[in-house]
């Protein structure tokens, strides 16, 4: 089996990848959950980096000539979907941000009226 | 009955001190200026107009500084409450026949619309609105003449039952699918809008702005 410095490069890059993860699950930052989901994707890039044959079979059942194109196709889809739960959990943030502004200079106002009462 | 006027202003130093004291002048004594993270005076500006002030530490879009000043309007009591805008557009003197229908009691929001009478308005201005009023008909099937006039009047009911989510321009719109959902009786009134060259300037943008804010209100579409 001959590997090629492109596999070099993504089992490197894998490794490091699963190595931030491990810790920063040490470091309570994810959930073991989370930590297992980037576990299975970064441990079947490896196995894909390593030997690109074994999903030669399932790509071929699926229509796709060669299983490089069925990784790339999987990592896109997988792209767009981690790019849509970024969206909405943004979104999310913004409005707590909004509700917190509002609070904050509700409660200004509230502070100055009492003060003034006084 | 308390009625209280909330004037949503971001960076409108140089006309909001007209807008509250022509507001005071007619009479007019709970005026509630949301500073939304303005990068000129305007806080103070307002603050000595004789307003009461809120400020967003940082700007939030016009949208929420108006569901701030509702919400505090609500907090204190308010039975009306009247949206106005902050750059000298809406005429004080429109603001009677907005609130009448309301104050009888016959209907829960008014809505200003400056496509009741003939209007001499600027083409693309005129082309955006129209399209804000196909958007809000395509999705919320809301027959509007104007869709997106910001000078309302609502009561205390409609104030609490519309809930604005959205922070930025698209509120507008949402406020309309809101009187629909929770079946407000509402009603358009006849206003004029001053055209001048302020209000040009910070006007809410040309077409490029109403088709941000319309894929903005898609992707909320899909997500909720």
Known sequence: MNITIIQVIIVVFALFAWSRAFLRMRGKDISVGEFS??????????????SPGLIGGVSGILGIGRGIDLAVYISILLLFYLVFRVYVSLDAQKNEITKLVREISIRDVKIKDSKKKK | ????????????????????????????????????????????????????????????????????????????????IVT???????????????????????????????????????????????????????????????????????????????????????HASQIVEEIHKKN???????VTILYTDYSMQHGHGGVLQALKVLARMIIRRIIE
């Open chain 2, 84 to 170: 106005f805008d902050a750059d000298g557009q809406h005429r004080v003197e429109d603001l009677k026949a907005m609130i009448a229908p309301v104050k009888s009691g016959q209907y829960d929001i008014t809505v200003g619309s400056r496509f009741l009478k003939p209007v001499d308005m600027p083409f693309f201005r005129r082309l955006t609105l129209k399209i804000a009023v196909f958007v809000v008909w395509f999705f919320y099937g809301a027959r509007m003449t104007d869709a997106h006039n910001g000078f309302r009047v609502m009561n205390r009911k409609a104030a609490q039952t519309i809930n604005i989510t959205s922070d930025r321009m698209e």
């Open chain 1, 37 to 50: 989901f980037w576990s299975l994707i970064w441990i079947a890039v490896l196995i894909v980096a390593i």
């Open chain 2, 184 to 190: 407000l009786k509402f009603k358009e009134v006849p």
């Open chain 2, 1 to 80: 009955m308390n009625i209280f006027i909330v004037i949503a202003a971001y960076n409108e130093g140089k006309s909001i001190a007209k807008v509250i004291s022509g507001l005071k002048k007619a009479g007019y004594n709970n005026i509630v200026v949301v500073d939304d993270g303005s990068k000129d005076d305007t806080y103070h500006i307002a603050l000595n107009a004789g307003a009461t002030v809120l400020r967003h530490v940082v700007n939030r879009g016009q949208g929420a500084a108006l569901k701030t000043g509702i919400e505090y309007s609500l907090r204190s009591g308010a039975d009306i």
